[in-house]
């Protein structure tokens, strides 16, 4: 039984190679349906009428992998996106992007800036990508907005930094889930985390259904937050 539930949830969607081994596919094999399954987990999310959902895609580190791998993911992003973006779009689910950009081909850049804009309005969910996205650089390019901006020590606080992160207007995550049996943060919303419940299963990225999202709500829901406080 479901006590509470979270108003934000972010994932970290890993196994998609694995999850290829297992059945006798490339690891891009993996990776398609690893972002087929994004448009399932998202819209199970939003039965649930969660707010914010928040999705790991892509590190900065990521780009370290086997060029074949990197170029094929991107492929399938470029795609893809639309068509699942129109699918969003059809469910009221508005669309981010969490992370740089510039590394990005320009066709990949309008196609992202568009999703944006499309679904801009949209007020049942919001759902951000991280795609290209470390927790470090965002805190780094955190604290380069402020000395560009000259803004004095003394008036920066916790409020007014994260004003200076990627999406400042998306609250904190109340639960992190990690999928694929590693058990770490693996450089992902470092600053946004400080609170965040963690949940770890060993069931890979193109697995996670409905079933293993009420496994991890249903944990959630057991936890007493404290923030510190007795």
Known sequence: MINSFPRHVSIIMDGNGRWAKQHGLPRLGGHRAGVENIR??????????????????????????????????????????????EFLHDKNIRVCHLGRLDRLSRKL?????????????????????????????????????????????GDIDETLFKEYLYLPGIPDPDLIIRTGGEIRLSNFLLWQAAYSEL???????PDFGRTEIEKAVAAYSQRQRRFGEI
């Open 199 to 205: 949940y770890f299963t060993e069931v890979l990225w």
């Open 40 to 85: 399932r987990v998202a819209e199970v999310f939003a039965e649930y009428k969660l707010k914010y959902l928040t999705l790991f895609a892509f590190s900065t580190e990521n780009w370290g992998r086997p060029q074949r791998e990197v170029k094929g993911l991107l492929q399938i992003l470029e795609e893809r996106i639309d068509q699942e973006v």
């Open 109 to 153: 850049q309008q196609k992202i800036r568009g999703a944006i804009e499309l679904t801009t309005n949209n007020s049942r969910m919001t759902l951000s990508i991280a795609f290209d996205y470390g927790g470090r650089g965002e805190i780094l390019d955190a604290v380069r907005r402020l000395l560009t901006d000259k803004v004095s020590p």
